[in-house]
């Protein structure tokens, strides 16, 4: 079982370049979420969508899109990325409780 | 003030020993209170989940809570150097989709 896959698994940006998260799950969970990981602030939570077809902010949701797919993919983008965005990001799929089973992350770099 | 605390550690034991790992909180409704394992440069995975107040154990593993001290504990009897991870407690409000706020998480090494 793969779970949850996340593309690509490292990646640098220059400031003002966008680029897109990947995430898929493969366990048929209704609900999605972007986390990023920072030293000394734990996770993050940035955007989820409960179901199919919605998406909410978390908890810091500033300077980053998302999009629900489909039932199996939620994309996270960012559209100008910034030094302040450089992190650990995590995807994470859950059945509508709050076991969630997380992604290998995805590290990124913002110069 | 944060919601939840969790010393960040390092905290280093010998193979064998116990060791005991916390986290207090602030809100006092939470209900809902798990403990995740991090690998480096690996996701968090769940390792133990909990209802309200008491204990629940698995294998070498034991989550405690006490929602009047608001203080949550893990215990992991016989470390093994395989256990060297950062653990992240985790907890929220109530069932369905809520909001999980995270500890910032110990990171634990266990010396062969």
């Known amino acids: 079982n793969a779970g949850v896959t996340q593309t690509p698994k490292f990646q640098v940006l220059k400031t003002g370049q966008s680029m897109t998260l990947q995430c898929a799950q493969d366990?048929?969970?209704?609900?999605m979420y972007w986390y990023r990981q920072d030293p000394g602030m734990g996770l993050r939570l940035i955007y989820y969508?409960?179901?199919?077809?919605?998406?909410d902010k978390g908890e810091v949701p500033n300077g980053y899109n998302v999009s629900r797919l489909n039932k199996r993919e939620f994309s996270l983008r960012l559209e100008s990325a910034a030094p302040s965005q450089t992190s650990v990001y995590f995807c994470?799929?859950?059945?509508?409780?709050?076991?969630?089973?997380f992604g290998s992350g995805t590290q990124l770099s913002v110069l | 003030q944060k919601e939840v605390e969790q010393d960040p550690g390092p905290l280093s034991v010998p193979e064998g020993a116990i060791v005991s790992l916390n986290c207090t909180y602030s809100?006092?409704?939470?209900?809902?209170f798990m403990w995740y394992r991090q690998y480096s440069r690996k996701g968090p995975e769940l390792l133990m989940y909990?209802?309200?107040?008491g204990n629940k154990e698995d294998g070498r593993f034991t989550a405690q809570v006490d929602k009047s001290s608001k203080y949550i504990s893990l215990f992991i009897r016989d470390s093994q150097p395989s256990d060297s991870a950062t653990y992240l407690c985790?907890?929220?409000?109530?069932?369905?989709?809520?909001?999980?706020?995270f500890g910032t998480g110990t990171k634990l090494q266990v010396i062969p």
């Open positions: 994470a799929s859950s059945e509508a409780n709050e076991k969630l089973f």
């Open positions: 366990m048929n969970h209704n609900s």
């Open positions: 969508s409960a179901s199919e077809g919605t998406t």
């Open positions: 809100n006092s409704a939470f209900q809902y």
């Open positions: 909990t209802y309200s107040s």
């Open positions: 985790a907890m929220s409000k109530s069932g369905g989709y809520q909001k999980v706020t």
